[in-house]
């Protein structure tokens, strides 16, 4: 691979590259590894070997990081990896009655369910602080079964990067507009300032409406998938009325993010889906109205 993207998103060539600087493959956005011989430099994406130990590595640094953290807030208990024997699971820390989790791994929805139910079946609430595979420079949906909500960040998701001891805060998300993109405010905790994420407090956001205007419409009429086509199909039949027409000139408003199914969707009468999101424990669709 000659060339790959640095942390600003800039393509950078091999022969230009330094090695004490982190860079991410054009095509899939994981870390690639610089390889400099004798005769050329190049990148390459890391075998599973490296991952393997580097994950160890991230995970470890990462659990430092935040018992560190913690341990400021001089909690009456605070233990690594203490074994809850009644659910079989043994949270990364946990905190008086509150169990942290730092994911850096891949993990399904039904899994994090299931984790997330036993710890509130034994009386515990839980944090799930992202690294490792799920680092990013934006929110995507796939964060978004690790949302939780707090009345100071509203929705939000916490990630922690070990390797630079930075914790990024994403709150007040929402979706936004007929597609559900995701919309976000962005703070960042150096390792020198970590401390105050406890005395953080944002203002709510203003958030202007979308209008579905002439491009909206036209990226609307693009929805070919067979869901999409059977809803404007049966609007059509029940109204004599096209989907873009009845929404053309609508204004969307900023939403809770916890809808599967797109508002255009669910404006034109289609059932709303939530999304499987195990640390909500109630779906505040009413936060943005």
């Known amino acids: 691979m000659y060339a790959a993207l640095n942390e600003s998103g800039k393509l ?22 610089l390889i400099t011989t004798a005769s050329r430099k190049y990148f390459r994406h890391k075998n599973k070997n490296d991952n393997d130990i580097n994950e160890r590595d991230i995970h ?37 009655q509150t169990a942290f989790e730092y994911q850096c791994a891949r993990i399904n929805v039904k899994t994090l369910n299931s984790r997330i139910r036993g710890y509130q079946q034994i009386g515990l609430n839980s944090i799930w602080v992202l690294g490792g595979h799920y680092l ?6 796939e964060h978004l079964k690790f949302i939780s909500y707090s009345q100071i960040f509203g929705y939000f998701i916490l990630m922690l990067d070990s390797s630079q001891n930075r914790l990024v805060l994403y709150h007040h998300i929402y979706f936004l507009g007929p597609f559900n993109k995701i919309y976000y405010q962005k703070k960042y905790f150096q390792h020198d300032n970590l401390f105050q994420l406890f005395v953080f407090h944002p203002q709510k956001p203003e958030i202007a409406k979308i209008k579905m ?23 059509y039949t029940v109204n004599q009325q096209t989907v873009e027409e009845f929404l053309l000139g609508q204004s969307f408003t ?12 669910r404006r034109c009468g289609e059932k709303p889906q939530l999304l499987l999101q195990p640390s909500l424990r109630i779906k505040r669709a009413d936060l943005y109205n």
């Not at 330094?18 to 690639?32: A, G, R, T």
């Not at 935040?66 to 909690?75: D, G």
């Not at 693009?222 to 609007?235: E, G, P, T, Y």
Request: charged share 30%.
């Open 254 to 265: 900023a939403e809770a993010p916890i809808y599967k199914t797109p508002a255009w969707q």
């Open 60 to 96: 470890f640094q990462g659990k430092q990081i935040l018992f560190s953290l913690l341990k400021l807030l001089k909690p009456k208990k605070l233990l690594k990896e203490f074994y809850l024997p009644t659910i079989q699971q043994r949270p990364d820390l946990l905190m008086n």
């Open 136 to 141: 990013n420079r934006k929110l995507t949906k």
């Open 12 to 33: 950078i060539v091999a022969r230009e590259a330094n090695s004490q600087i982190d860079y991410f493959c054009c095509d899939c956005h994981q870390k690639v590894k």
């Open 213 to 235: 205007n002439d491009y909206l419409i036209e990226k609307l009429r693009h929805k070919l998938d067979a869901k999409s086509q059977k809803i404007k199909m049966d609007f």
